[in-house]
Nanobody
Framework: QVQLVESGGGLVQPGGSLRLSCAAS???????MGWYRQAPGKQRELVAA???????NYADSAKGRFTISRDNIKNTVYLQMNSLKPEDTAVYYC?????????WGQGTQVTVSS
C-alpha cells in the first residue's frame, strides 16, 4: 500500500505561483501519478498526470501554466502552478495508480484571492 501526503498549498494572489508536493510512503517508480482538484460544489477533475515513463498530459485549464514532474528517487510528485487564477481555488489531491490499485492523498487547499 502507498500512502500519499500532499503539501505546498496556501493562499496566493492572482498571478502568483505555488508548488505542490506529493510525498509517497514507498516507491512510485511503476505508478502513474496524477493531480486532481475539487472546488466547492463541483466534481473532482484531473489537472495533470504523469505516467511511470514520464509522459504528461494536462487539462486544458492547466496547459501553459502548470507543470507536473516526478522524482522517483525521492518518491515525490510535484505540481508547479504559475499565473494562478481565482478559478484555480480548490482542494488539490494526488493520486497513484497501478493496474487496479489506486491511492489518494488527503488533499491540500489552494486559495487564489486578492
Amino acid at each position: 500500500q502507498v500512502q500519499l501526503v500532499e503539501s505546498g498549498g496556501g493562499l496566493v494572489q492572482p498571478g502568483g505561483s505555488l508548488r505542490l508536493s506529493c510525498a509517497a510512503s514507498g516507491s512510485i517508480f511503476n505508478y502513474n501519478m496524477g493531480w486532481y482538484r475539487q472546488a466547492p460544489g463541483k466534481q473532482r477533475e484531473l489537472v495533470a498526470a504523469i505516467t511511470s515513463s514520464g509522459s504528461t498530459n494536462y487539462a486544458d485549464s492547466a496547459k501553459g501554466r502548470f507543470t507536473i514532474s516526478r522524482d522517483n528517487i525521492k518518491n515525490t510528485v510535484y505540481l508547479q502552478m504559475n499565473s494562478l487564477k481565482p478559478e484555480d481555488t480548490a482542494v488539490y489531491y494526488c493520486k497513484a495508480t497501478r493496474i487496479i490499485l489506486e491511492y489518494w492523498g488527503q488533499g491540500t487547499q489552494v486559495t487564489v484571492s486578492s
